[in-house]
């Protein structure tokens, strides 16, 4: 009976999903609707929409299942960098970037830089466009992996199956709705992933013996309840959190200002003064939410000590929110409901990332490569159906990607985010704040930005040591460097371009 309720919840749950994208399919008469929702949103579903967007499947599932095996060095630093960097990109991202793209009439992150720096070749279009194709497949990848751990864990239903349910979903409402579904979809799946976290917290708690039970628990574990060192779950011990792990991880906070699905929401809001009440919220929100989650793994270890819940090790500590949901939902038909609202949560966390993913890669090929650098003569009807192709083929490799139900959520969303932050954050803020970076510095800078993050991962990282940080604070460094060299030594912009960066002060 639990598990029919639970199926009962999470269908109706998806279905009123797709009817948001079915309600809104007659809104999209031209690609500035498909794609920034006509510039018209308002300030709550703007910071919901980014900040639930933002936080993909790896909030309620791969930081708690990070604070349950290490302790709340790691997922604490990270939160505290994620939640700078949020405050930092709507302080003194978002109004410039809303008015500027405005002026400049720029819908996508790579169409704004390419008429930012007058590139009438369009190379900064199509480099962009290609970075967040490449980046954003694997990004989507992780919130598929998410979706069929969240329903293999919990029914045994093939993992595969069940990411390809998700994935149809998913790719069924952003197709029809466009923007103003994957935003308003997004205000409501926030809500979700807030109840989420308050009913498995409370929870838990109560079944971990009270809260002064978890912590007498993490205080036991050598190095969990300390910000300078690390606890090893196989061994019992500990190992230091030293300074370089710290500046590594609070790095995070950096890929904010070079995350295209984040930036859009800013270029859509529909009056600029109102940015202000959109950044508290989505502060606020951040922060209270990046807390419950490491919490979470604190309290889910409490109850793996008082017996309630098996030790989860490895990639399967990733599932700590649905083992809780299971147990809520042996507690009767309301407990039973309950749990399908707390797995919708990690559906809705999962599905705000990727439908805003999907919409910025449809963009870039669509607005980017085919039309801007392509130079393809298409007109709305045929543009907005290249951008739902775009959609369905950025899904198919997702899933392809993902057909390892051993994958790390949190591993892939780092690398991913890691990308963007690489190759877009440093040329993003010289856009809008240098008035001497061109079009030579920003293309060198998203190039050796982006390579930088390959590079680092794979060839320099594993040196260890020092060299063991993560990939973003380098190539967001390079970037930066590189960004500022090429531009000093090449021709300083034009007359025209100059006056076009005054007037969006």
Known sequence: ??????????????????????????????????YLGGRKMGP????????????SSWLLMGMPGLAYLTGIASPGWTAIGLALGTWLNWLIVARRLRRYSANLDAITVPQFLSLRFHDQRNLLNALGAVIIIVFFVPYTASGFAACGKLFHSLFGVDYMAAMLVSALVIVGYTILGGFRAVTTTDLIQSVVMSLALIAV??????????WGAVVENAQSLSGYLTMTASHDAVTGGATSYSLLDIVSTMAWGLGYFGMPHILLRFMAIEDEKKLVLS????????????????????????????????FLSGSSSETLIVRIASLISQHGVLAAVLAGLILAGILAATMSTADSQMLAAA???????????????????????AARLTIICVSVVGVVLARDPDSSVFGIVSFAWAG??????????????????NWQGALAGMLSGGL????????????????????????????LAVCVVVSLVTPAPEADILAEFDAAK
């Not at 309720?5 to 999209?28: D, E, H, P, R």
């Not at 392509?374 to 709305?380: A, D, P, T």
């Not at 963007?420 to 008035?435: E, I, P, R, S, Y």
Request: with cysteine; charged share 10%.
């Open 1 to 34: 009976m639990s598990e029919i309720c639970i199926i009962v919840t999470i269908v109706v749950y998806l279905v009123a999903m797709l009817l948001v994208g079915f309600a809104y399919s007659k809104t999209n008469n031209d690609s500035t609707d498909f």
């Open 363 to 385: 963009s870039s090929v669509s607005q980017n490569i085919l039309q801007e650098f392509g130079h393809l003569k298409l007109n709305e009807k045929q543009s907005l159906f």
């Open 201 to 210: 917290l409370g929870y838990g708690i109560d079944v971990a013996g009270g």
């Open 279 to 310: 950044r508290r919220i989505a502060t606020v929100w951040v922060v209270i939410a990046m807390a419950a989650s490491i919490v979470i793994g604190m309290v889910g270890l409490g109850m793996t000590r008082a017996g309630a819940l098996e």
């Open 420 to 437: 963007f932050g690489g190759a877009f954050g440093a040329v993003v803020l010289c856009a809008l704040f240098w008035k001497r970076c």
């Open 452 to 479: 930088m993050v390959f590079v680092w991962k794979y060839l320099v990282s594993p040196l260890g040591g020092v060299f063991g940080i993560y990939e973003l604070l380098p190539a967001f460094l390079v970037s």
């Open 44 to 55: 709550l579903v703007t910071a919901m929409s980014a900040e639930a967007s933002d936080m």
